[in-house]
């Protein structure tokens, strides 16, 4: 019988430069009270937010300056690049293989835009192969980090034997926006973080976990919740303040169905490992999901230290459960743009 695709060994990196909370309030009170009318109700969300710290790729100072979408993107391929090499050289290095083994390499990414692609711009460095097999996935946004372990998986079954590099990067301080007096912008710079993950996959008899399947949902109509816009200053936040109620009203049936394809429960699952988009998303999974409070312990976690970092978080989380002992059966789960769930479902090495 042929193997399982199997998740080898995970890695995760931020960039330097701390953001502590406190720091970021006062900035953001600098940059917008002013300005902004509504700015002190709405500060507030930086002691709501549940995060402590999180990490970019340039200091605090960096941000209150105007800085055009021109500085904003050669920041996006510098940090990411950073970020890439990190992560990958971690998860390649506990997997004990060197890049040269790589066949495959799916880099998710959407906070910036680098052409050519953040591997090939970092291939020399990692040491690539010529003739690897290269997958930039762009768009994704939150659920990229579950989507794109999808899609790696789903390579590494089509081409047995190849090992298979997801890299999600993202560098979401960037959006921070000091033109931009809306509430979307003021959540962002309370909520986002850089950072990035990288997982080794691949249909070996050696593992931490078996990929047992993957499933995706669209909601219609959707296109508003969340996304970037485009102007000459970068890119910008968009928000919609229901995305905690969409959750909890359509996440669980949405989730039972993609289950169900793959002949599932919810029941079946052991631990949910969520993509935490902030604190009132968090209890909202809670409660959609019929958890008990404080059961996505980690999520929590991960969101105090890091922020929301989009795709990388939801393998920041399952990075953390890898450490204390992952379940019998594992489900990944995240939200982004699209609107979209999206899910993969992990069954732990005997």
Known sequence: MPETVKLISIGTAVPPHIIDQHDAAVASHTAFASR?????????????AGIKRRYGVRPIEWYLKTSGWQDRNAAYIEGASELFVDAAGKALEAAGLSASQVDVVVTVSSTGIATPSLDAR??????????????????????GGVSGFAIAAKLASSRPGCIVLLVAVETCTLAFRMDKLTKANIVATALFGDGAAACVISAISDGIAEVEMSGQHTWPDTLDIMGWSVDPEGLGVVFDRAIPPFAETHIKPTIKAILARFGLLLTDIDRFACHPGGAKVIDALESALDLGQGTLNHEREVLSDYGNMSAPTALFVLDRLITAGLPARTLMTAMGPGFTASCVSLKAAA
Request: proline residues 3%.
């Open 36 to 48: 902004f009318s509504d700015f002190d109700r709405l500060s507030k969300v930086f002691e709501s």
């Open 122 to 143: 970092v291939s020399r460095r990692l040491g690539f192969r010529d003739d690897i097999l290269r997958v930039p996935v762009f768009g994704l946004g939150c659920a």
